[in-house]
């Protein structure tokens, strides 16, 4: 019997009954596709949310970075220039909060003229491939929601110059959600409700692409990771790349000096003496507020989404695999009687994988402060904080016409 046959699988039932016989063979593939060990996890899930014993982790401060520039920069460069280091964006977000029904990639940043986030972050990309002179492999994730939104919209666009060869699509693979007992929600008859595999699982789903070929016929050594909603982030930086080398680091992580001790942002510490993040609402008053004895925050340095990885080291995570994260959220289903709902709390598990997991399986981490102005103006709303706003006025205060 399969395990979406089991008696307690209602809403999988219910859909069944309502089903033509062709609408039910076509369910019964799309649960098949399904992992369902993913629901092991449902019984182990407060031994996976544990955290261990935080201590402060000391970051290379922007003064530093200044100091050693010459010598980050040589190492970063020879680097990529060897063909060493690859890039991977995260692009498989909608724009919905942003009043976009498209990829979050396609939102029009400008004002005066059209500048689109994807065009943005790949000129970011092609200030190094310029000053590199070669270019740098792109792999793009999406989601089975924008994939062929994305690839169309590049295509449309000519990649905004950049080398279509050194670009790759993949998608994010994706996991089903249940309630609180492990039925499986249905997102209409002939679907059940998938949502993204966390961000995490990024490698893990370039790896199930048959990525991982081309990415050792290439040699790349290096991973830069990043999220599509930062406009002004460095990609493939060569100072970050040449810091996280030169520091003997098997992974690097972007962070910027917290603007206040409860700011919402992640805090890049240890972790039982191994390097980790720290939710800003894991936080304790007593960590947000500790302070060194020149005045300044004990944990003080807040992760961005910007990491660069060993690839060898990513290799061996994906073959011990991640912890899987049972994480409470609304879920919209459509009932035992067919009808739509959207629940206004929590009714139920997804599964996810987090890239913090991903930062404390390194044997280490290296913190790399980047000035907040220059290299931090997410977009995740359409005004107030970390707003399409906020980011237009960093984006003209760095001298980028709008």
Not at 47 to 64: D, H
Not at 250 to 263: I, L, M
Not at 296 to 311: C, H, M
Request: with cysteine; hydrophobic share 40%.
């Amino acid at each position: 019997m399969h395990i979406w046959e089991e008696e307690k699988q209602c809403y999988i039932k219910a859909a069944m009954e309502r089903n033509s016989l062709e609408e039910n063979a076509l369910l019964k593939k799309r649960l098949d596709q399904i992992d369902w060990t993913v629901f092991d996890h449902m019984k182990r899930k407060e031994t996976v949310n544990e955290r261990g014993v935080f201590a402060p982790l000391a970051a290379v401060e922007i003064g530093e970075i200044r100091a050693r520039e010459e010598e980050f920069r040589k190492i970063g460069l020879k680097t990529i220039r060897e063909g060493k280091v690859g890039a991977v964006l995260l692009a498989g977000g909608q724009g919905t909060r942003l009043g976009l029904d498209k990829p979050k990639g396609t939102l029009n940043i400008g004002v005066n003229r059209e500048l689109y986030l994807f065009e943005q972050l790949l000129r970011n990309l092609m200030d190094v491939t310029e000053e590199a002179g070669v270019s740098i492999p792109l792999y793009i994730m999406t989601s089975n929601i924008n994939g062929q939104d994305t690839m169309d919209f590049l295509e449309k666009h000519a990649y905004f110059g950049y080398s279509k060869e050194y670009i790759k699509f993949f998608v994010q693979e994706m996991e089903p959600a249940c309630d609180y007992e492990g039925r499986v929600y249905m997102e209409s008859n002939t679907e059940p409700v998938m949502s993204p595999n966390g961000n995490g699982g990024w490698f893990g789903s370039m790896v199930n692409a048959g990525l991982l070929a081309d990415i050792r016929a290439r040699g790349i050594e290096w991973i830069n990771v990043f999220a599509v909603d930062n406009c002004l982030q460095r990609i493939a930086d060569p100072l970050f790349v040449g810091a996280t080398i030169a520091y003997g680091c098997e992974s690097g992580a972007k962070v910027v000096k917290k603007a206040a001790p409860d700011e919402r942002i992640g805090v890049l510490c240890k972790e039982n003496g191994k390097p980790s993040i720290v939710e800003y609402y894991e936080m304790t008053e007593e960590m947000a507020t500790a302070r060194k004895e020149n005045g300044e925050l004990s944990y003080s340095f807040g992760v961005i989404l910007n990491y660069l990885f060993s690839e060898k080291k990513l290799e061996e995570i994906a073959n011990a695999k991640m912890p899987i994260h049972v994480v409470e959220k609304q879920i919209p289903y459509i009932d035992l009687e067919g009808n739509e709902r959207k629940p206004e709390k929590p009714n139920g598990y997804k599964f996810e994988t987090l890239v913090l997991d991903m930062v404390h399986m390194m044997e280490n981490c290296l913190p790399y402060e980047v000035e907040r102005d220059r290299e931090f103006a997410p977009i995740k709303n359409l005004h107030g904080v970390d707003s399409l706003d906020t980011a237009r006025e960093l984006l003209q205060k760095c001298g980028v016409k709008l």
